[in-house]
């Protein structure tokens, strides 16, 4: 399909598929598309077209759902970084000839690593980058919530892990669904990773109300200025209370070694805002690990969850070389525990009973 690139009026096609990152965007606001160029950024809107699919043979869609992809869809992306030690290394470059799919919720860019059970990356092309009518670069931060700062009574637990795919998401819905069971009024944040549905929804099917990075207008915070990652932090927690929410859960990606990630536990407004840390790991060692890790930087979680409490073994072994419990998925759900745990990290006086 042939796309016009040096004119400002070209029509986004209206068979484009609109990906998760960019559904926060006003599509009346977009005016045209502008000519591939060197100055493009993280965030920025881009219409490719598909023209090899491989890794990623899904798109996960604006309005939640996944989409199949062809050779010679066209899409709407967000150009931007990603980090995921399983899948892809790449940064937020845009060229001219050719682009690669970093993440399937709609984040392109240059693979730069990736592990080696990887295909390689879907394959684009890029069309030209979404304008408004001034000619000025359809970025996501446009759309990003306000500003807002923190009660000072708003409790804000840290779900933090060993890795990806150790259980933070599940652990922090788990302990979410368990608060609101326990009649608190809950919110959860996915305060950093990469643009993607999967975590967000598992929040909203547990029927916690969420917003991430995202919303707070950055694609990934992979090479993001620590400035911006709290910014963002505050203005999603803040708008959670100011909803109603008197327990914030936020779940930090990654594992405590990736850069971002350790920035925060190094002493970040971000972990000094924190009341308590929930700790996910997939086996006994990460277990010993992450507590030694986060102990290096001030820090003990109040328990232990992830892959790890699938195995009976493995949490025996856990508990007693960290003296931590390890709490299991059905447990964080259940109202009494959830409350208990939590009990002595609340800021607000008044006690709900499970």
């Known amino acids: 399909m042939t796309i016009v690139q040096d004119t400002f009026d070209t029509v986004i096609p209206a068979q484009a598929k609109w990906s998760f990152t960019t559904r926060l965007v006003d599509a009346a606001d977009v005016a045209a598309l ?4 060197g100055t493009a950024k993280a965030g920025d809107l881009i219409l490719v077209e598909i023209t090899e699919v491989n890794q990623h ?12 992809s062809y050779a010679g869809d066209l899409a709407v992306l967000c ?11 790449g940064r937020a470059e845009l060229r001219e000839d050719a682009l690669d799919l970093l993440a399937g919720g709609g984040i392109c860019g240059v693979v730069e690593a990736k592990h080696a059970k990887m295909a ?3 394959q684009l092309r890029p069309l030209g980058r979404l304008v408004d009518r001034n000619g000025i670069a359809i970025n996501i931060a446009k759309y990003a919530i306000n500003d807002a700062a923190i009660p000072d009574d708003v409790t804000v637990i840290g779900v933090f892990g060993a890795s990806m795919n150790a259980g933070k998401t599940t652990a922090a819905v788990s302990l979410a669904h368990g608060l609101a069971r326990a009649g608190y009024r809950v919110a959860g944040v996915k305060a950093t990773g990469t643009g993607a549905f999967g975590d967000f929804n598992a929040f909203r099917d547990a029927s916690i109300p969420v917003t991430d990075f995202t919303d707070a207008g950055m694609p990934s915070t992979f090479r993001m200025p620590m ?4 910014r963002g932090f505050n203005a999603l927690v803040g ?13 930090i990606a990654d594992g405590v070694f990736q850069g971002e990630t350790a920035a925060i536990l190094k002493g970040s407004a971000i972990v000094k805002r ?4 929930l700790f996910a790991t997939s086996d006994a060692l990460g277990a010993v690990g992450g507590v030694s890790t986060l102990a290096r ?5 109040f328990a232990l969850s992830g892959m790890l409490s699938l195995s009976t073994l493995g949490t025996i072994e856990a508990e007693t070389e960290t003296n931590l419990p390890v709490i299991s998925r059905d447990a964080l759900c259940d109202g009494r525990t959830a409350a208990d745990l939590i009990a002595p990290l609340m800021r607000t006086k008044t006690q709900k009973a499970a």
Do not use: C, S, W
């Open 34 to 37: 502008k000519p591939i160029d």
């Open 57 to 68: 043979k899904k798109i996960q869609l604006a309005n939640g759902r996944y989409a199949d």
């Open 79 to 89: 150009l931007g970084d990603r980090y995921a030690p399983d899948q892809f290394m």
């Open 120 to 122: 390689k990356p879907t």
């Open 227 to 230: 400035e911006r990652i709290e």
């Open 239 to 251: 708008t959670a209370a100011r909803e109603g929410a008197e327990i914030v859960v936020v779940e």
């Open 274 to 277: 924190m009341d308590g840390i």
């Open 297 to 301: 930087y001030g820090h003990r979680p």
